[in-house]
């Protein structure tokens, strides 16, 4: 399925397969980020060209607050993977340090 998400981030600009791919991969996170912020950019210029009361606006207004939300929780992992490895990185050495 990896394979599936990143042909379609990287050929088509999907960013739902690039979101999935960073889930399931620290090594992506950044790559996700790149195409997520990209399409976040651009609904946001193309929002504010847009007449409030059309319905493009409003499905282009939802696709901004899911690129948002994207970019927030890849933050989050991306927090949380870091946090994970310090912390794992503390106990391998408090390990070693008893053992002697």
């Known amino acids: 399925m990896q394979i599936a998400d990143f042909f379609r981030a990287k050929v088509?600009?999907?960013?739902?397969s690039a979101f999935r791919l960073a889930?399931?991969?620290d090594e992506k996170i950044n790559f996700a980020r790149k195409i997520i912020s990209a399409k976040n950019e651009n609904a946001h210029a193309r929002l504010t060209k847009l007449?409030?009361?059309g319905v493009?606006?409003?499905y282009t207004l939802m696709q901004t607050r899911k690129y948002?939300?994207?970019l927030?929780?890849?933050s989050h992992i991306e927090r949380n993977s870091s946090a994970?490895?310090?912390?794992?990185?503390d106990n391998s050495e408090s390990?070693?340090?008893n053992c002697r």
Do not use: E
């Not at 088509?12 to 739902?16: E, I, K, L, V, W």
């Open 12 to 16: 088509f600009n999907s960013s739902d």
């Open 23 to 25: 889930l399931h991969s």
């Open 51 to 53: 007449k409030p009361k």
């Open 56 to 58: 493009d606006f409003q």
């Open 68 to 70: 948002d939300a994207f």
């Open 72 to 74: 927030m929780m890849i």
């Open 84 to 89: 994970m490895t310090v912390s794992n990185h």
């Open 95 to 97: 390990r070693w340090f």
